[in-house]
T-cell receptor, first 114, second 113 residues
Framework: AQSVSQHNHHVILSEAASLELGCNYSYGGTVNLFWYVQYPGQHLQLLLKYFSGDPLVKGIKGFEAEFIKSKFSFNLRKPSVQWSDTAEYFCAVSNAGNNRKLIWGLGTSLAVNP | DGGITQSPKYLFRKEGQNVTLSCEQNLNHDAMYWYRQDPGQGLRLIYYSQIVNDFQKGDIAEGYSVSREKKESFPLTVTSAQKNPTAFYLC????????????FGDGTRLSIL
């Protein structure tokens, strides 16, 4: 069965620190990859997505993610975090075939100290 | 503005009672989804619908029911058979293509009295 693994459940950083959140998936076929963010008190929103082309994708608010097919990974990065990046981050995967369901990771809670 | 509206924001259920959570979208999306979010467990799919008058069970459908009589509406009923209904429920929609992101509502928090 497909699964998505997020390596860090809780991350605490100081402002201006660099961020990398790990995401690995288990599926051998063609996939679509997503990172979503849930700010406190707000609804889930899309941060970035990959489905083809350049494996390095850029999203909103300075976030980027790199798809490494050989490692089944789609790690999220940001060079310098801000206090406003405090949120929960979810990695999700869908296969590019007929199954349109998203498989979700358990999420990573990020706290950025000012 | 187009979006997804979930109501109510907070809902309380008595033991043995069925409750229905509303989800409406004006994005003209074909597909709609219901998730349950519990602390530390991420999002788990309850039901999804790819087209009007059709829906499929997700990973945790037991104790829940849905209908899809209109494109814009996908209500979720939490039945008395759901033994642990206290959770945050999220509704989402997308065009139905696997590479299209899902758009989410603000959620409904259900608690047991």
């Amino acid at each position: 069965a497909q699964s998505v693994s997020q390596h860090n459940h809780h991350v605490i950083l100081s402002e201006a620190a660099s961020l990398e959140l790990g995401c690995n998936y288990s599926y051998g076929g063609t996939v679509n990859l997503f990172w979503y963010v849930q700010y406190p008190g707000q609804h889930l929103q899309l941060l970035l997505k990959y489905f083809s082309g350049d494996p390095l994708v850029k999203g909103i608010k300075g976030f980027e993610a790199e798809f490494i097919k050989s490692k089944f990974s789609f790690n999220l990065r940001k060079p310098s975090v801000q206090w406003s990046d405090t949120a929960e981050y979810f990695c999700a995967v869908s296969n590019a075939g007929n199954n349109r369901k998203l498989i979700w990771g358990l999420g990573t809670s990020l706290a950025v100290n000012p | 503005d187009g979006g997804i509206t979930q109501s109510p924001k907070y809902l309380f259920r008595k033991e043995g009672q069925n409750v229905t959570l509303s989800c409406e979208q004006n994005l003209n999306h074909d597909a709609m989804y219901w998730y349950r979010q519990d602390p530390g467990q991420g999002l788990r799919l309850i039901y999804y619908s790819q087209i009007v008058n059709d829906f499929q069970k997700g990973d945790i459908a037991e104790g829940y029911s849905v209908s899809r009589e209109k494109k814009e509406s996908f209500p979720l009923t939490v039945t008395s058979a759901q033994k642990n209904p206290t959770a945050f429920y999220l509704c989402a929609s997308n065009s139905g293509l696997s590479n299209q992101p899902q758009h989410f509502g603000d959620g409904t928090r259900l608690s047991i009295l």
